[in-house]
């Protein structure tokens, strides 16, 4: 029986990297808090995120390939997650404004039934234009920053406030295609052919 890949996520950036790459899958996330009160680094957060997300839906489907990820943004020291209101998107982007930032991905890739699992993640470093309040306001009302790390995408209007990207694209918009795609294939799980 072919195996079927289970997107354990809401987000939409995954969605359309899997859609873009031809994988056929379902998405069903279960609710689970994203965690930012552990001491822990950066890769070890987003892979404790992603490895809870990924167990919670694998639980519920376990005779499915489950993906989940987690994405977060880190200056320095400090790691930003998806911002409360607008007035704290506004706070992060001043924030990261003229700044180098390191963005992680980890990734989760489990088969409950063959009692499996693969985790990796991937680190891009993005720099910021310099921006000032009004290009921050006119960035916010264009794009809903509550739902991104760090307040921002890299796709649509992410040229506007990135310079540029060290590493993986994928890997900011949210989840690194580049080590997904093989990853996914070890499973059996492979994107599907035009003929089909």
């Known amino acids: 029986m072919r195996k079927t890949l289970l997107l354990a996520s809401n987000s939409p950036r995954r ?11 379902e ?23 992603a490895m809870r997300k990924a167990m919670a839906a694998a639980r519920l489907r376990p005779k499915q390939v489950v ?5 977060l943004v880190a200056v320095g020291d400090h790691i930003l997650g998806k911002p409360k209101d607008k007035n704290e998107a506004v706070a992060m982007l001043a924030r990261l404004s003229g700044r180098a930032h390191e963005v992680c991905t980890s990734v989760c890739i489990c088969h409950l039934e063959e009692a499996r ?9 993005v720099y910021f234009r310099k921006l000032d309040r009004a290009k921050i306001d006119n960035y916010v009302t264009r794009v809903n920053p509550l739902d ?17 990207i060290d590493g993986s694209y994928t890997n900011v918009v949210g ?13 059996g ?3 599907q052919s035009g003929s089909d």
């Open 175 to 187: 989840l690194p295609m580049e080590k997904t795609i093989p990853a996914l294939a070890e499973f």
């Open 67 to 71: 993906l989940a990820a987690d994405t």
């Open 148 to 164: 991104k790390a760090g307040a921002y995408a890299a796709q649509g209007f992410g040229s506007e406030i990135i310079e540029k």
């Open 117 to 125: 699992s693969n985790s990796f993640y991937e680190i891009s470093r």
């Open 15 to 25: 969605r359309e990297l899997l859609l873009e790459a031809a994988f056929d899958f």
């Open 27 to 49: 998405i069903s996330a279960a609710e689970v808090a994203e965690r930012f009160d552990v001491d822990l680094t950066l890769r070890e957060l987003t892979a404790f995120n």
């Open 189 to 191: 799980i492979e994107p």
